[in-house]
């Protein structure tokens, strides 16, 4: 009985401590179908969750921004610009476009999370000494990522322009309600991407090393089925519709059915 309260009390102790050090940094939106969030230089994991709401809120998981005691009365200088949130971050505002840059060095790993309304446009990039794996889940406006590592998406309609360099995009579709071109692109890595059944599209799906696996049925349509060299296929899924454009230099490309 010892034991357990004493495993409780330790339990208690570590959750209390870990939301003590979370700290938070709210930017309220006057209509997010306008508006469009850019997040810049972000290290480690970047979570990203759509939700029905008016703010921005910015969570630093981890670590702490507490001035050291040598310091006090001093300010923490940044070369990337200036922290006005408290939590190693620069925030500005331009009209309808809300930018935040992560001020930290590459070498300093601070968890960040974000909640944003769902219909915000979203853009991220961040440079490749930074190892940034993204996932985003719950958003209904344009994505636009430029990235050197692994990117994924859950529950998003798009329209997508995704890039990354070294690393994975793994892409589950909740609805597409746009007719905008879609592009999907990475330089070393398979791409994963899971369509409603009726999604009605032209593909281009294009690989160097790699091979294409689908259980869509790309035999119903021989006549409209275009093989261009070994490694391209351009197809009307559906009986066409918007582009859809999937590339990969050294990978695999894998489309799969959706509910």
Not at 51 to 77: C, H, M, Q, W
Not at 205 to 230: A, C, E, Q
Request: proline share 4%.
């Amino acid at each position: 009985m010892k034991t357990i309260i004493k495993s409780t009390l330790i339990f208690l102790i570590l959750l209390y401590g870990g939301l003590a050090c979370a700290q938070e940094y709210k930017v309220p939106l006057q209509n997010s179908k306008t508006s469009r969030l850019v997040l810049k230089d972000f290290n480690g994991s970047l979570p990203v969750e759509g939700y029905n709401g008016t703010e921005i809120i910015i969570t630093a998981d981890s670590g702490s921004f507490s001035t050291p005691d040598k310091a006090r009365g001093l300010k923490a200088v940044y070369p990337a610009g200036t922290d006005n949130t408290g939590i190693g971050l620069e925030v500005t505002k331009d009209d309808n476009q809300v930018t935040v840059t992560c001020l930290l060095p590459f070498t300093k790993n601070t968890g960040y999370s974000v909640k944003v309304p769902e219909n915000v446009a979203l853009k991220i990039t961040s440079t490749c000494e930074r190892s940034n794996d993204i996932s985003i889940s719950g958003m209904k406006n344009e994505i636009d990522i430029k990235s050197c590592h692994d990117i994924l998406l859950k529950n998003v309609s798009g329209p997508l322009v995704l890039t990354t360099i070294s690393g994975n995009i793994d892409v589950t579709f909740g609805t597409i309600s746009s007719e905008k071109p879609f592009s999907v692109n990475s330089i070393s890595g398979d791409i994963d991407i899971t369509l409603p059944q009726k999604t009605a599209t032209n593909l281009e799906l294009r690989t160097v090393t790699g091979s294409f696996y689908s259980d869509f049925d790309f035999s119903s349509s021989k006549d409209n089925l275009k093989k261009v060299g070994g490694n391209v296929i351009n197809f009307p899924l559906n009986g066409g519709g918007f582009k859809f454009s999937i590339v990969t230099v050294s990978g695999n490309i894998y489309l799969r059915k959706g509910k």
